[in-house]
């Protein structure tokens, strides 16, 4: 007998039955938390009386495609009204009043209740039954309600017909998953044999996916990692182990790389559903974003015709990378960005950057806001050392006086609610100030929140949000979008605001702001995890393992699995320039030297090489010494903000058997750094300049503090291991593959010492330490001789 699937009342009233169009000045959700909605939600069950029976869940079996399904919701309350009616009760709560929301918005939660009154009918076998919606407005706690009087038969035709039109996409459903499976179990390795490691890689993955664990895997660039836990990924969910995948990844660069491992399965008949998420932003038809159906002809009446548009996607394509879900949307005039959310329901792999599960505004609601008892998806997070920084910036929130003042001055004098708004809260802003003031400091940081702040700062949000839908031809819009956005963001913040956090305060440059930081993100992260039945969390730098596992959330009883490296050790020669130092007080003393070095390396063997820095000042220097000293040698140098069709010209250069050599000045850390493909002869060689710490500033100095008092390693927590990763990811670009051959020069004294050498990965066991140029140039003359 097969399984019992279960299908939430909510989620099938909102596929089958949602119309109208996309209009960002009106949503379904409330920006008030699920904490506050449950609160208010407890507030109206509790005046309503001890004979209103609140949260009753309701469910009903019922036979489609063959097949028993359980529809299944929760009622808010059930109740005898004076009249001795039965009433259920469904309670909505949003900023807008009654009277502002559309008329779709209504339909939908009457649709919603409808059904529930269906299956009490069916339950207690009542011939009528009176359903009620009561609507909180946050904003105004005022309370508006409708009730409506429904036959038992007049429901049971509402909801045959609902299930009935849903039947076609849960026989689409089963259909597509018996033709996935088989070919996953068919499926063989694409590319024929395993590299070194790549076997022992995809066998622990597997593992950890059947024992639903976590693990953290470093494998060398060059090891195939994204092949290696993709397919015994898809092998597990074949045996369905889970239901799908999602592939999270940091650079757009990367998720090529899953795109390209997909097509290479399906060329050894892999049956999947794959889709690549593309940021709004650039994936929007318009010239300027503008998500309402007056501007955007693909918002208006998005609803009305998506389902047909998924009908026509999901039964002629598979995989859905951007230009096929612009193909679609186009053809059917949906909005693209929204159509790539809805397929990725249907899908089996999810291709996408990471906020999408870890951000705590922008995540992906439909696969992660419930915590379900029965957890179907796994996550692959590619180059999980960039999840570090990611994942502080994106639990942590500012807000500037001087945003706020400076949209005061744009508005005119009618906007008063906004107005005294702005200065409220500017008003805490000078409270704060005085208090740096008082303290003759620039700058203050406490454990605790401002509490105050957020009180206000909550207050302008709500306001702002009455104020959107009735001002979307006001001049100013972006800017207060823009201001809105910010206190939303910190507003959520505060919501996960503890011990991991601290509040700075920053009175510089006539401005004055406030940051909610969260130092230690591992515990957020690790309630992210924990939605998924299993985690892969890889990268070609995670040493040492055991700070990646404690920072990125994996807990005490993560496993930990470390690839050697593949390729012959003989292929890259790594040299510590011990002579040159490159700390801020011995800088200017190191100029010659490096141009010396620099120079010493492209002369031993006509190519293609890297320089990377700390900092784009010590880079400009060294860029414009080196092409006076070498004035025949072709150069370029990273600039300062790059688009995507820039850095591929930029890389363009790199050229297979160049016939002329080629120096490229770049920032260690920045875009060339890492996630750069550049094998065979396009890239012979990296000089790497210093050890790569960040440089000291007041987040560098709380991050150190907090892992001191935790750990007593707080410098190597926030400045050694930080700076070591962006180090061993510039080395990484030179040697990509077995057949290639290349020089990585590290020159620091700092790398000779035992707290960094400690943070070497073991391939690396083979580095040789220079004491002068001679030495150098003698160790890469025989290095080319011997390649």
């Given at each position: ?9 909510r989620?099938?009233?909102?596929f ?13 959700t409330?920006e008030?938390?699920a904490?506050e ?6 507030k ?22 063959q097949?028993t399904?359980?529809?299944e919701?929760?009622a808010?309350?059930?109740?005898i ?9 469904e ?15 209504i ?7 409808m059904?529930?009154g ?7 076998e ?33 909801f045959?017909d ?6 076609q ?5 089963a259909?597509?998953r ?8 068919k ?6 044999d395993?590299?070194?490691g ?16 976590k693990?953290?895997?470093e ?8 092949i290696?836990?993709?397919?015994p990924?898809?092998k ?5 182990q889970?239901?799908r995948?999602?592939y999270?990844?940091?650079?757009t ?7 390209d491992?997909v ?9 999947l559903?794959?889709?690549t ?10 010239t ?10 693909f ?5 009305d015709?998506l ?5 026509d ?6 995989q ?10 186009r ?7 929204e ?16 906020n999408y599960?870890?951000?705590?505004v922008?995540y ?9 008892e029965?957890k179907?998806?796994?996550?692959l ?5 960039n999840?570090?920084?990611r994942?502080r910036?994106m639990?942590?929130?500012?807000l ?12 005119d004098?009618?906007?008063t609610k906004?107005?005294r ?11 704060i100030?005085q ?9 203050l ?6 509490d105050?702040?957020?009180k ?5 949000a709500?306001k ?12 100013e819009?972006?800017q207060?979008?823009?201001i ?6 910190y ?52 040493t ?5 596992q ?7 009883e ?9 390729f ?20 200017e003393?190191?100029?010659n ?11 031993q ?16 220097i ?9 004035p ?37 850390g ?6 750069i ?18 440089q000291i500033n ?7 503090g907090y892992?001191d ?6 410098f ?6 930080p ?9 990484g ?13 590290l020159l ?7 707290p ?11 580095v040789?330490?220079?004491y002068s140029?001679?030495?150098?140039k003698?160790?890469?003359?025989r290095f080319?001789?011997?390649?």
């Amino acid at each position: 007998m097969p399984n019992t699937q279960r299908i939430a009342v909510r989620k099938l009233v909102e596929f089958i039955l949602r119309r109208g169009s996309i209009d960002a000045r009106y949503t379904n959700t409330s920006e008030h938390t699920a904490l506050e909605g449950a609160k208010i939600h407890r507030k109206l069950q509790k005046a309503a009386g001890d004979s209103y029976q609140k949260e009753i869940k309701l469910a009903i079996d019922i036979e489609l495609n063959q097949q028993t399904y359980i529809i299944e919701g929760r009622a808010d309350g059930i109740f005898i009204d004076e009249q001795e009616r039965t009433v259920i009760d469904e309670i909505k709560t949003s900023e807008p009043a009654f009277s502002e929301l559309l008329d779709e918005q209504i339909d939908m939660f009457w649709y919603q209740v409808m059904c529930y009154g269906h299956i009490y009918c069916q339950q207690e076998e009542l011939d009528m039954i009176t359903l009620q919606l009561t609507y909180y407005q946050t904003t105004t706690e005022e309370i508006t309600r409708q009730k409506k009087e429904f036959t038992k038969e007049e429901l049971k035709v509402f909801f045959d017909d609902l299930t009935q039109r849903y039947e076609q996409w849960l026989i689409f459903k089963a259909n597509w998953r018996t033709i996935r499976n088989q070919s996953l179990k068919k499926l063989p390795f694409p590319y024929g044999d395993y590299r070194a490691g790549q076997r022992e890689l995809a066998v622990a993955v597997y593992k950890t996916i059947l024992s639903d664990q976590k693990l953290f895997v470093e494998a060398p660039t060059g090891t195939g990692k994204t092949i290696s836990t993709l397919f015994p990924t898809l092998k597990a969910i074949g045996e369905e182990q889970a239901e799908r995948v999602f592939y999270l990844t940091a650079k757009t660069i990367t998720r090529q790389v899953a795109e390209d491992a997909v097509e290479a399965m399906k060329q050894k008949d892999l049956k999947l559903k794959s889709v690549t998420l593309t940021a709004k932003d650039k994936i929007c038809f318009l010239t300027e974003r503008n998500c309402t159906p007056e501007a955007c002809p693909f918002a208006n009446g998005y609803y009305d015709r998506l389902n047909e548009g998924l009908w026509d996607l999901l039964n002629n394509e598979n995989q859905f990378t951007r230009e096929v879900i612009e193909l679609y949307a186009r053809k059917h005039t949906l909005c693209p960005f929204e159509l790539s959310l809805d397929v990725s329901l249907w899908c089996d792999l999810v291709i996408c950057d990471y906020n999408y599960l870890f951000d705590p505004v922008v995540y992906l609601r439909r696969f992660f806001e419930e915590q379900t008892e029965v957890k179907e998806n796994i996550f692959l997070v590619d180059e999980v050392h960039n999840l570090v920084n990611r994942s502080r910036e994106m639990y942590s929130a500012v807000l500037s006086k001087s945003k706020l003042s400076t949209l005061k001055a744009l508005l005119d004098k009618k906007q008063t609610k906004l107005i005294r708004g702005i200065s409220k809260i500017e008003k805490e802003f000078d409270r704060i100030k005085q208090v740096c003031e008082d303290e003759a400091t620039e700058f203050l940081h406490q454990k605790e929140p401002i509490d105050s702040l957020v009180k206000v700062a909550y207050s302008l949000a709500e306001k702002i949000k009455e104020w959107l839908p009735e001002n979307q031809d006001h001049t100013e819009l972006n800017q207060v979008l823009t201001i809105y956005f910010d206190l939303l963001n910190y507003t959520k913040i505060s919501d996960s605001y503890d011990d991991h956090y601290c509040t700075y305060v920053n009175c510089q440059n006539y401005d004055i702001s406030v940051k909610q930081f969260c130092i230690d993100p591992s515990y957020l992260l690790q309630q992210k995890l924990d939605k998924g039945k299993a985690s892969i969390l890889f990268s070609a730098s995670l040493t040492p393992l055991d700070y990646y596992q404690e920072v990125l959330g994996g807990g005490e009883e993560s496993l930990r699995y470390r690839i050697p490296s593949p390729f012959p050790k003989e292929n890259q020669l790594l040299v510590i320039e011990k002579y040159i130092q490159t700390t801020y007080k011995e800088r200017e003393k190191s100029y010659n030297k490096i141009i010396e070095s620099l120079t010493n390396m492209i002369q031993q063997k006509k190519g293609n090489y890297f320089v990377f820095f700390p900092s784009y000042s010590y880079m400009d220097i060294i860029y414009e010494m080196f092409r006076q000293k070498n004035p025949t040698v072709k150069t370029k140098i990273q600039a300062t903000m790059m688009n995507e069709a820039e850095r591929e010209n930029f890389l363009a250069d790199f050229v297979s058997e160049p016939k002329e050599t080629l120096v490229a000045f770049c920032v260690l850390g920045g875009i060339f750094s890492e996630g750069i493909d550049l094998k065979g002869s396009r890239l012979i060689g990296t000089a790497i300049v210093g050890v790569g710490l960040p440089q000291i500033n007041h987040e560098q100095e709380l991050i150190k503090g907090y892992y001191d008092l935790e750990k007593h390693l707080g410098f190597q927590f926030a400045y050694q291991i930080p700076g070591m990763n962006k180090v061993l990811q510039a080395a990484g670009r030179v040697i990509r593959d077995a057949a290639d051959q290349g020089v990585v020069l590290l020159l620091d004294q700092r790398f000779s010492s035992a707290p960094v050498q400690r943070l070497f990965p073991p391939h690396w066991n083979v580095v040789q330490t220079s004491y002068s140029p001679e030495q150098t140039k003698q160790l890469m003359q025989r290095f080319w001789q011997l390649n």
